[in-house]
């Protein structure tokens, strides 16, 4: 859970991620067009959100509109997202069982390293 009291969930069959709002346990917002999201983490530093997608592409939202401000590329998919506030970098597991890495991105920057 979230400053604020945010939760994002992963809504698979429904290619969208849910924002719920833990104290008055209510679904504040519903992110829609994420193809097969497998995970969210939330970077309070840049005040964005980060979904890994199964279809290969890291997903990033603003973390107050929630709209969509770019994505980064995953070939053989995205998954399994972690956030390091010190080094302010998601790490992203990603490619398929012969391709399997961890990248980073730059969570103030959105770029690959």
Do not use: W
Request: hydrophobic letters at 35%.
């Amino acid at each position: 859970m979230l400053p604020g009291g945010r939760l994002f969930i992963s809504e698979l069959g429904n290619n969208s991620i849910a924002v719920i709002n833990t104290g008055g346990r209510t679904l504040d917002h519903n992110i829609t067009d994420v193809p097969d999201p497998q995970g969210e983490v939330f970077s309070p530093e840049a005040n964005k959100l980060f979904s890994a997608s199964g279809a290969g592409k890291l997903y990033i939202f603003d973390g107050k509109t929630y709209d969509l401000i770019t994505t980064v590329d995953f070939p053989g998919g995205a998954d399994n997202l972690r956030y390091d506030a010190a080094t302010k970098r998601v790490y992203v597991a990603c490619g398929d069982e012969k391709t399997g890495a961890i990248a980073t991105v730059d969570a103030m920057t959105n770029k690959r390293r």
